[in-house]
């Protein structure tokens, strides 16, 4: 009843950007905390970056910091990220995820939720 969709990933040489958007649908009523995390081949999958439900607090992994940057539009329900800078290093599956309150089955309920990751490539 509830998905996330991530579009925006890709290869891209290093120094250079990409903008990744996840667009959350179905029967919401709420999302609090949005967040993008990666995970690299045969790493455990990491916080990128997050943003609580007014965009007014974002947090960002050591690694990212001043070249990554999370936004979110809540009249379209899309999180964005924008990444500047790109390092070889950033290579990896990057998901979308979101505190989502939807109804469903006849009640409001509350779950933390993932997209199915898009790909980004960061080539020397």
């Known amino acids: 009843q509830v998905q996330l969709v991530e579009s925006g990933g890709g290869w891209v040489q290093a120094g250079g950007s990409l903008r990744l958007s996840c667009v959350v649908s179905?029967?919401?009523?709420?999302?609090?905390?949005m967040g993008w995390y990666r995970q690299a081949p045969g790493n455990q999958r990491e916080l990128v970056a997050d943003?609580?439900?007014?965009?007014?607090?974002?947090h960002y992994a050591d690694s990212v910091k001043g070249r990554f940057t999370i936004s979110r539009d809540n009249a379209k329900n899309t999180v964005y990220l924008q990444m500047d800078s790109l390092k070889l290093e950033d290579t990896a599956v990057y998901y979308c995820?979101?505190?989502?309150?939807?109804?469903?089955?006849?009640?409001?309920?509350?779950?933390?939720?993932w997209g199915q990751g898009t790909q980004v490539t960061i080539s020397s």
């Open positions: 943003i609580s439900r007014d965009g007014d607090s974002t």
């Open positions: 179905g029967s919401i009523l709420e999302i609090r905390s």
């Open positions: 995820n979101a505190d989502v309150t939807y109804y469903g089955r006849g009640n409001y309920n509350r779950r933390n939720y």
